[in-house]
Nanobody, 120 residues
Framework: QVQLVESGGGLVQPGGSLRLSCAAS????????MGWYRQAPGKKRELVAA???????NYADSVKGRFTISRDNAKNTVYLQMNSLKPEDTDVYYC??????????????WGQGTQVTVSS
């Protein structure tokens, strides 16, 4: 059974920084891509940033230049460094992993979500 466990969310003032982590555990051979999405109540979940196993990255326009995604393939862990945070970054952030290869095959998984609140 694969699990994605997120950490690092919390309350921060505008202009501050947070670092999110997401570790995948289980009998994992490899993971194709990992990423972060966010969702506000009543709104569609949207991509924040994603990174492939070869370290190609993709960012939402709203976070370019402020957020940086990285991953440690050996640890099956993805990170999201968030700088210059704005109140509009307030959301629940979800970790996502696609193409997770295990003895049972290849599937995608979601984490449970971590709250990020940007407020003075």
């Amino acid at each position: 059974q694969v699990q994605l466990v997120e950490s690092g969310g919390g309350l921060v003032q505008p202009g501050g920084s947070l670092r999110l982590s997401c570790a995948a555990s289980g009998s994992i051979f490899s993971i194709n891509a990992m990423g972060w999405y966010r969702q506000a109540p009543g709104k569609k979940r949207e991509l924040v940033a994603a990174i492939t196993s070869g370290s190609s990255t993709n960012y939402a326009d709203s976070v370019k230049g402020r957020f940086t995604i990285s991953r440690d393939n050996a640890k099956n862990t993805v990170y999201l460094q968030m700088n210059s945070l704005k109140p509009e970054d307030t959301d629940v952030y979800y970790c996502n992993a696609v193409g997770v290869r295990t003895p049972q095959g290849s599937m995608g998984y979601w984490g449970q979500g971590t709250q990020v609140t940007v407020s003075s």
